[in-house]
């Protein structure tokens, strides 16, 4: 089945600090979504991005479905931008296969 | 309503007893998802509802995992003689049905602790 690599795995910044998160992916996909974890576990939709760019806030993400992988930028940071952010990806079998995720600290 | 909903939020039982987790899908949506995250597997598909087709069931790990959905709309997962490899949170999505993939959604989860 279809593969997805998260990168890097853990990440600690300082409140105020831009970031880049990655997500390969090993095939073309029909679907590509970006959630974010909080500390209650709760996934939250960050972006539905199969492919291109979308811009959400201090967030924004792209995708080179060609190239089979997805950028998760993030800007100015917050602490309540900590928590695990996750890719998952769909082909053509309507399940969302995940990546390991990236565990994200904001100190303050 | 405005989100998915799962209940019970939290749910401890001792190994042997089945257990009933329960998922009220978005309105309106026609695709429903069980999806189960544990510390050693990660985020893994189990079961996959849509309409009044046959459910894809190829993610549940053992015949003591089965799911109905009723009307097309709310869904239970069983599980029965739990084991304590069972303790995970499992989670439901819903999503619209369309020509192609969509944009699914998640509810808050139900932590299952098998002691």
């Known amino acids: 089945g279809i593969q997805v690599e998260q990168s890097p795995p853990d990440l600690i910044l300082q409140e105020g600090a831009n970031s880049t998160l990655r997500c390969n992916f090993s095939d073309s996909v029909n679907n590509l979504q970006w959630f974010h974890q909080n500390p209650w576990g709760q996934l939250i939709n960050l972006f539905y991005i199969p492919s291109g760019t979308k811009q959400n806030g201090r967030l924004s993400a792209t995708t080179v479905a060609t190239e089979r992988y997805s950028l998760l930028y993030i800007s100015s940071s917050q602490t309540t931008d900590s928590g695990v952010y996750f890719c998952a990806v769909e082909r053509l079998s309507e399940k969302l296969v995940f990546g390991k995720g990236t565990k994200l600290t904001v100190n303050p | 309503g405005a989100g998915v909903s799962q209940s019970p939020s939290n749910k401890v039982t001792e190994k042997g007893k089945d257990v009933e987790l329960r998922c009220d899908p978005i309105s309106g949506h026609t695709a429903l998802y069980w999806y189960r995250q544990s510390l050693g597997q990660g985020l893994e598909f189990l079961i996959y509802?849509?309409?009044?087709?046959?459910?894809?069931k190829s993610g549940l790990p053992s015949d003591r995992f089965s799911a109905e959905r009723t009307g097309g709309s709310v869904s239970t997962l069983t599980i029965q003689r739990t084991q304590q490899e069972d303790s995970a949170v499992y989670l439901c999505?819903?999503?619209?049905?369309?020509?192609?993939?969509?944009?699914?959604?998640f509810g808050p989860g139900t932590r299952l602790t098998v002691t």
């Open positions: 999505a819903s999503s619209w049905y369309g020509q192609g993939a969509v944009e699914q959604y």
């Open positions: 509802f849509q309409g009044n087709s046959a459910p894809d």
